[in-house]
Every structure is written in C-alpha cells, then in structure tokens.
C-alpha cells in the first residue's frame, strides 16, 4: 500500500537527483535562447552577401568602409584597412540611419507635406525682385558645393557662403600671417610636440589615425590646452586646464614666456615684442588660472621638442575661436619656427574642387533675404542665432536636410534629401587636397529629392541658366577629370599620372578609393608676426583683455560650456552608436548637464538631480551629473541633439565659446 | 528501509529521465528531402567538398550547394538508384529546389565566414563537420523543440561531456579554438 510518505520519499529523491542530470541546465539554455527568438521579432530576409567598398561620409575625415550587403540591403559596416586608426561608433551604425525615425520622409512648406515644384516654387516667389538669396554649404570642398557656387553666381545677388571650417581656422590665420596666397596644412607625420588648443585632434580630426599611431610608437608628445577634460585632454599626454575663455589671454601669455627664453628670429618680431610687453605673465596667469611657471615650463617643452606645432580651430560642440585667437596661436607657430617646416605647417598643393566663398560670418547683419541652407552633416555645431544674425526682416529659410532637427524645423520650406547610402555622398578633407566618393547602396527613399535636382527645379522657377552638365554625377565627373588633367596625387595608393584616361579614375573613386595629394609644393613661407598696425595691435590686445567676458549678468554665477563629439551636427545618431555611448557613458547623452562636486554641494545639488539651467536665452531642463574634471563654477552642457544650443548667444564675429548661466532643481 | 527505496527510487527516476528522457522529448527528427551519399561522391566520383560546396568568385562561401551544382551531373540519372531517380524526377526536371535541412545552421544572431576560416585558418572540413563527408545516408535532422536549433549546434552529447572535439558549435566551441589557435574576433567578429 503506497503511503503518503512514500510518495513524499520518491518525491525528494528526484529533486535531490535533479541537479544532477541536464534537465534544469538545457532548459534555461534552450528557453534564453527560446526567448530571443520569438516569432515577432522581424528576422531579416537572407540573401547574397556581397561587400561593397566605400568612404564614410558623416565627418570631414572620410574614412575608408567596406559595406556589408544582403542582396541590395547594407547591414553592416567594418573598417578597410585604408583606415588604420579603424571606424568610429557613427560610422559602425551608419547603415542604420536610413530608417531613423528623425528621417524627413516628404519635403515639408510651412510644415505640411509638399513636393518638389512646390517648395522650389516658393522660394523662387520668395527670391523674386533681385532679392540677396545665399547658399549656407556646410561641406565646402564637394562637388556639390562646385554646384552650389555655380548656383549662387547665376543669380544677381546670390552668395555662395560657408561658415568657419575649424581644422583650416589657424591654417588660414597663418596663411595671412604669410602674405594671405598661401594653402597650408599640418604636418603630422614629422611633428615631435603637438599643443592643441581646445581642438578634438584625435577625436574626429582628419588625420587622427596618423597621430594616434605616431603617438603609440612615442613619435610625438601630445599637449591638450582648454576648459573641458575633453576625449583630446584624456588621450594627451597633459592636459592644461584655462579658464573658460580664457584662450586668447594663453596664447598672449605663451608668446611672451615663449620670446623670454630667447628672441626667436621672425619678421615683425619688434612689433609684436610691443604687443607681448602690453600683456604681461602675471595678467595671462590671472585671466586663464595657471601659474607663470606653467607658462614657462610649456615654453620649454615646446622650443625643446621641435618641431612643435600649435593647433587651435576650436571643437566640434562650443565652436571656433575668435579670429583673433586664431591669429594669435598662428603666431606661436611663427615664434616656434615651425611655420615652413617639416612637422609644422607646411604648404599643401591646391586642388580642382576648391573654390573661393564668403564666409558666414562675414556677411553684413540683416542682410540675407533668402537662405538655402544645406545641412549635409559637417560634424560641428551651427546654432541658430549664427544663422539668425545675418537674415533680413521677414526673410525665407529653406533647409536640405536629411533629418527632421535644428535648421530643418526652422524653415518655413524644408527639402527631404536622402540618406547617406541613398544617393552620392563625398568627403572632401578641408585641411588637405583630398576627395573620395561614397556611391548609394541603397534604394532612394521615395519622397526624397538630391540636392542638384531642387538646384534644377528652382532655377527653373527662377528662369536661370545654370548651363549644362548640372547634375552631382556630371560634377564629379569633371571634378575626377581636372584631377586626372592635373596628374597630381594618387587614389588609394594609385597613382593618378598612372593612370590612362580620367574614366578610369572615375571609376576607382566612385568605387570607394579615396583620392590625395599629399606632394608640399616648393613654396618658400615667409611668415611675419602679427601687429605691424597699431590698429592690429589694438585689436589683438582688446580681445585678449575682454575674456573671460566681464559682462556677467547679475544672477547668472557659473559659465556654461558646450560639449559634445562630432555627433554635435551630423543630425541623427545611429542606434547602435547611441546603444554604445549612451550605456557605457563612455560619452555623456543628451540632455546631459556636469557639474564639479564642490560647484553642486554649494548650490545643494546632487549627482542624479533633474536640473534647470538657464542663460538669458532661456531654459532647458538637465539631468545632472558630478564631475571632478568639470573645472569649479563650471557646468558643462552635452549639445548633442541641438536643444542645449538654443541657450547660447553668438557675438558678432559668430562665436558662442560659452554663456553665463544659473541652475537650480527641476 | 522502505524509505529509502522510495528515496532511491526516485533519485533512479529523475537521473534516468534527465539523462535518458530528456533529450527523447526535446529533440523531434525530421526527415530529410532527400537521401545522400557523401562517401559515393567522396570515393566514387573522387570529388572533394569544394566539388558541390564552393566558394564564389569573390572568395566567399556558397552554401549548401545549389539544384545548378546537382544538375550539372545528373540532368539525367547516371547510377540506378532510387535516390538518383527521385533527384531527376522530383527536382531536376521540374527545377525544384532540393530544401535540405542543415544540420550546422548558425543562428539568425551569428554570422560565420568558411572563407576566412578554411582558406586564412587553413581548417580542415572535419574539424567542425566530423566525418559527415564519409557517411553514406543523411541522417535526420534534429532539432530542439524549445530553441528551435539543430541538434548539431548544442551537440549529441546530452551533458556536452567527453565530446568529439567537432561535436558542438555553441559559442563555448568557438572560442575554446579560437583561444587554442590565438584568434581575436570580437565580439562584431561573429555577431550581427
């Protein structure tokens, strides 16, 4: 007869024995593995892989990508080995962005879906009777931007415009300091000693695998300089903390403990002497928060590992630097000898697809009536009030963007371009003669118009004559033929006098082969520091004596920065990039505000608070983080996404290096 | 004493189950579409695997080969076997594709490459596939009723114990040779 106990005997003796068997091991295998593959989740169609070679376009350094293909489907995206220092997050997820949800899925006027005709239709109506209409070009250098300034010119007040480029910002500084005729460029591969000036030079520089490799072998000694703990100040070997805006008042400083330790040979030496006596050590030390030594020792370091090359240009988030500034850091380069030498800065060839604009921030105030804006991701920040500056009352905005954010929602008409792997992409590196081509991969999203077929579709609305062959493939074509004809340079590793007809240039280029010329030309740089000009003299002194601004309003203690990658403007963020990031903190999210402990105690907040920062443009709420690298009374602001942009004001001269600002628990 | 017999029992039952049982309820078979000889096409025709699993032009790998790989030899039977006519008539002719079963299918989460691994690896077809190209008969398919995996992949080995060591390709497998061999893949590296 079975009894109760029985039944309670068998009972713990199989549980006792069920660890030992597989059963409870195989079953949590099979259901985890059970639960990732629930009959919802989409699975992707399987099809002939196939990998296509191109360039990444979302930045200015074009890095060489193989696109991993499923029949016509891009799926992956994986380095090639042209791009030593490998691929960045954005550029990992990039086959993502096509089907982003930022993505503008028709051209939009006064915010409603509308076609092509009808949104060239209104700018044209707006352009009617001579109106001053510009072409923004955030890309310059493309052969689209060749169409852009063909457009532009065939208008009768038509401006083909493009905003500070930061990697040529000193480079053209110095090239003025030159007589203002010559190209320049860094010289990476032979430079022992690098300062950067608030510069991203290994976070999304063209020319980051060079220096990132040199500085691996310990070719090269890396100096960071600026106000935020940066990517750049982690990966330099010292990191040199200034005072928020403080950077005119350092290179000032740095020039005269530079001349202290010995009269460098240069032009215009005497002058700039007057200059440096104005501004003594002790007032730099007080404007930036460093010591006189500190000063000194740097001098040291820099005159004692030539070549040294000090590279300014400002960063992708807080913006370029005040010309002055730039002027300035171009004439330590001039003092270091370095300005017409291996492993400074060097001439570099000129190249078919450059062409002469006006920059952004040199056109009069209030004059622009109509804007043609293209918001091809150039990697850094262009806040509105920039933009806002130079339109006139009541003018027309027109954005070709990718993505539903920043310009695009405030145009009253909005071109939905395609996505990258739609259509033609290129990468034109600004600071070198280089090109390369990224081909679509991918089918056009319907709704979506290429910026040479608006161009076409207003200049018929328009009547004008934009002569033949306009189109982005004829351009580039011509653009590979002016090369071909030049003979110069090579395309991955080819090269291009090799090279029988300009075809088949073409057809490595278009083929992923990104193309350079890496030849200095024999150009004798004779480089003359600034302030021959009393006037120029004035000028250099006023901006280094007016930072940190001393207009701090009343109430708003602590000085806001901007910080963010290059992901400040490429528009849309793959989710894979954003995945990576966003959980590993490896870089702050959106919506992101830092703080140092000591700042937050003083103000009663803690690390986690939802906090409200605000600025006289406004308010936007934050969440907070502590950070003992954010210097004191500081607060640090993540721009990516655009909204924290809207709290700073841009001067005159188009630089937003940082607002006064106040906090307090949401 | 009767206690323990009850005890014992059960702990019997629950060991016989788990070892026994379990991998009877967990894996259903299925048939394959049709039969095939390896070794009649290993030893007779002296084909080697690259023969009907070839990799393509641009050096990647083509799969499970093809009805075109089948056809270019048996548009018409050349053997007398039932298999052989059943191929001609059932798919040959009316080009209907073959839908094999594989046994090594990866799942939808991994991405594996035979090009880097047979041509830059230089691995032999029997390090992950035994002695499958010898076999005169497909043997059926399994598959895990809870993952819906080939049996290949956890391996025959219930306890994954004292296996062959082309027996499992669970990632466990992948990287006891890639430590042994000193590759680095990443995580990217097989992953989609």
Redesign the interface.
């Given at each position: 007869m079975l009894k109760r106990?029985?039944?309670l005997?068998?009972?713990?003796?199989?549980?006792?024995?069920?660890p030992?068997?597989?059963?409870p091991y195989?079953?949590l295998?099979?259901?985890a593995?059970?639960t990732?593959?629930w009959p919802w989740i989409p699975?992707?169609k399987a099809g002939a892989?196939?990998?296509k070679n191109s360039v990444c376009t979302l930045c200015r350094a074009g890095c060489a990508i193989a696109v991993r293909m499923v029949d016509d489907r891009p799926?992956?995206v994986m380095p090639r080995g042209e791009a030593p220092g490998g691929i960045c997050a954005l550029a990992?997820g990039s086959h993502q962005l096509p089907w982003h949800k930022a993505r503008l899925r028709t051209c939009l006027l006064d915010g409603k879906p509308a076609d092509c005709a009808g949104v060239a239709a209104a700018v044209a109506n707006a352009a009617a009777g001579g109106k001053t209409v510009a072409v923004l070009d955030e890309r310059p250098g493309r052969a689209m931007s060749g169409l852009y300034r063909r457009f532009a010119s065939a208008m009768e007040k038509g401006i083909y415009a493009t905003p500070v480029i930061q990697e040529t910002a000193t480079l053209e500084a110095a090239g003025q300091l030159c007589g203002g005729k010559s190209k320049l460029r860094y010289d990476w591969s032979k430079a022992a000693t690098v300062l950067s000036v608030g510069a991203p030079l290994l976070d999304g520089w063209p020319g980051a695998a060079e220096l990132i490799a040199r500085r691996a072998k310990g070719e090269v000694k890396l100096i960071h300089a600026g106000s935020n703990y940066s990517r750049q100040a982690q990966l330099s070997e010292r990191f040199i903390p200034l005072a928020p805006g403080s950077e005119c008042a350092f290179a000032l400083g740095l020039a005269g403990a530079l001349m202290a330790q010995g009269a460098p040979k240069a032009d215009g030496l005497r002058e700039f002497e007057s200059i440096v006596s104005r501004f003594p050590l002790e007032r730099a030390s007080a404007m930036t928060a460093l010591k006189p030594e500190t000063f000194k020792e740097l001098a040291q370091i820099l005159a004692g590992n030539s070549p040294a090359v000090v590279v300014g240009g400002g960063d992708f988030a807080s913006g370029p630097f005040e010309a002055e500034t730039e002027e300035l850091l171009a004439a330590l380069n001039v003092l270091l000898g370095s300005v017409g030498r291996e492993g400074g800065i060097i001439a570099r060839p000129e190249w078919p697809g450059e062409a002469e604009s006006k920059r952004w921030n040199e056109i009069p105030d209030g004059s622009v009536d109509v804007l043609i804006a293209d918001r091809a991701a150039a990697g850094f920040a262009l806040p509105w009030n920039v933009i806002e500056r130079k339109l006139a009352k009541g003018a027309f905005v027109a954005a070709i963007s990718t993505w539903n954010e920043g310009l695009a929602t405030r145009a009253q008409a909005v071109v939905a371009a395609p996505a990258p792997m739609e259509d033609w992409t290129e990468s034109a590196q600004a600071d070198q003669a280089g090109w390369a081509v990224a081909p679509a991969v991918l089918k056009r999203q319907e709704g979506a118009v290429t910026p040479d077929e608006f161009l076409t579709a207003l200049a018929a609305a328009m009547s004008l004559q934009l002569g033949d062959g306009f189109g982005i493939e004829d351009e580039m074509k011509s653009l590979a033929a002016k090369i071909h004809a030049s003979k110069k340079g090579e395309a991955s590793g080819q090269k291009v006098s090799a090279m029988a007809t300009a075809d088949d240039l073409w057809k490595a280029i278009s083929e992923g082969a990104a193309w350079s010329d890496q030849a200095a030309p024999a150009q004798s740089l004779k480089p003359r520091l600034p302030g021959a000009k009393p006037e120029e003299m004035e000028r250099l002194l006023a901006v280094a004596n007016s930072h940190p601004p001393k207009s701090k309003p009343e109430g708003f203690p602590l000085a806001l920065l901007a910080t963010g990658w290059v992901a400040a403007g490429a528009g849309a963020k793959p989710p894979l990039a954003r995945k990576v990031e966003d959980e590993s903190l490896l870089r702050r999210p959106a919506g992101r505000a830092a703080m140092n402990p000591s700042t937050a105690q003083g103000l009663g907040l803690k690390n986690g608070d939802a906090v409200k920062v605000e600025t006289r443009r406004g308010e936007q709420q934050m969440t907070l983080t502590l950070d003992d690298a954010v210097l004191p009374n500081a607060i640090e602001s993540e721009v990516v996404g655009g909204g924290a942009m809207e709290l700073f004001e841009a001067g005159p001269d188009g630089t937003w290096r940082q607002a006064w600002a106040r906090v307090r628990r949401a | 004493m009767?206690?323990?017999i009850?005890?014992?029992?059960?702990?019997?039952?629950?060991?016989l189950?788990?070892?026994v049982g379990?991998p009877k309820v967990?894996y259903k078979q299925q048939a394959q579409p049709l039969d095939f000889s390896h070794k009649a096409h290993v030893v007779k025709a002296e084909m080697d695997c690259t023969g009907c699993h070839d990799f393509r032009e641009?050096g990647?790998f083509a799969g499970v080969p093809k009805l075109d790989n089948c056809a270019g030899c048996h548009a018409e039977p050349v053997g007398t076997t039932a298999n052989e006519k059943k191929l001609v008539e059932a798919h040959v002719t009316p080009e209907k594709e073959i839908g094999w079963l594989v046994y090594s299918k990866q799942?939808?989460?991994t991405r594996f490459s035979h090009a880097i691994h047979v041509k830059k690896a230089e691995l032999k077809c029997e390090r992950c596939h035994g002695e499958h190209g010898k076999t005169e008969t497909l043997r059926p398919y399994e598959y895990?009723v809870?993952?819906?995996?080939s049996r290949d992949i956890?391996g025959r080995s219930?306890?994954r114990l004292r296996r062959a060591s082309h027996e499992g390709m669970k990632m466990d497998d992948c990287m006891d040779c890639h430590k042994e061999k000193g590759a680095v893949a990443g995580c990217?590296g097989c992953h989609?």
């Open positions: 106990r029985d039944i005997m068998l009972g713990g003796g199989s549980i006792v024995a069920l030992l068997t597989p059963i195989k079953l295998d099979d259901t593995i059970w990732q593959n699975v992707p892989a196939s990998v799926i992956g990992f | 009767r206690s323990a009850f005890f014992l029992t059960g702990v019997a039952m629950m060991l189950g788990g070892w379990l967990l641009d990647s799942p939808i989460n895990n809870v993952s819906g995996y956890w219930v306890s990217l989609r």
